[in-house]
């Protein structure tokens, strides 16, 4: 049962490009959405909710698309410290989030 | 700040052993949540908890049980450790149901090595 997916990468990009990943879900009666970051060997941490309007946060977009059910996010202007795994998160019914398994970015100078 | 503490960052089991991994939170959050986070399978839910003395399984509860007698604590025991259960846990919180599911915190984790 693969209720949420996403491309494990590892995306590696030059510091200041512009890298976009997907998620797909399965549950359409799904309600809620994120995109969390985990840097290695650390907890992960919310980077941001994503709305049915898209929003954005800085060099950060996120794209919801219920039609398609998948999400996006972009960022521009990598940076060094961009480096890290970027966690797809889906609302299950009630309180219980379903994780995606992470898509590793890589940034180099 | 929220901050989601657990009782140990790195801990060594022998098979057969009972462990207790405690995790507390200081924000009066409703939910609480224990994950286990493996290379390749990305993170798990063991249970959660959405009030004091309340559980529910989550996709994983075999060979694990929770306990949460007071509403900052939830405690995750393994009664009889085996090896397929080393792993890194995480302990997160979040507020109530109330709005739909919100953001989770999340505890450094526990890194426990069954031998």
């Given at each position: 049962r693969k209720e949420v997916e996403q491309d494990p990468g590892p995306f590696n990009v030059p510091e200041g490009a512009t890298v976009a990943f997907n998620c797909t879900y399965s549950?359409?009666?799904?309600?809620s959405f994120f995109w969390y970051r985990q840097d290695c060997r650390k907890e992960p941490k919310l980077l941001m909710s994503v709305y049915s309007s898209g929003n954005e946060d800085g060099r950060f977009t996120a794209q919801l698309n219920r039609a398609s059910q998948y999400i996006s996010l972009l960022i521009r202007d990598?940076?060094?410290?961009?480096?890290a795994t970027y966690l797809c998160v889906v609302n299950q019914a009630g309180t219980a989030l379903i994780f995606g398994k992470g898509t590793t970015l890589s940034v180099s100078s | 700040d929220v901050k989601v503490t657990q009782s140990s960052r790195y801990l060594v089991k022998r098979t057969g052993e009972k462990v207790f991994l405690e995790c507390v939170q200081d924000?009066?959050?409703?939910n609480m949540f224990w994950y286990r986070q493996d290379p390749g399978l990305g993170l798990r839910l063991i249970y959660f908890s959405y009030d004091v003395k309340m559980k529910e399984k989550g996709d994983i509860p075999e060979g694990y049980s929770v306990s949460r007698e007071k509403k900052e604590r939830f405690s995750l025991i393994l009664e009889s450790a085996s090896t397929n259960q080393t792993s890194m846990y995480l302990c997160a919180s979040s507020l109530g149901l109330a709005g739909g599911p919100r953001e989770q915190f999340f505890g450094p984790g526990t890194r426990l090595t069954v031998l």
């Open positions: 549950n359409s009666a799904s309600q990598s940076k060094l410290s961009d480096s | 924000m009066d959050h409703e």
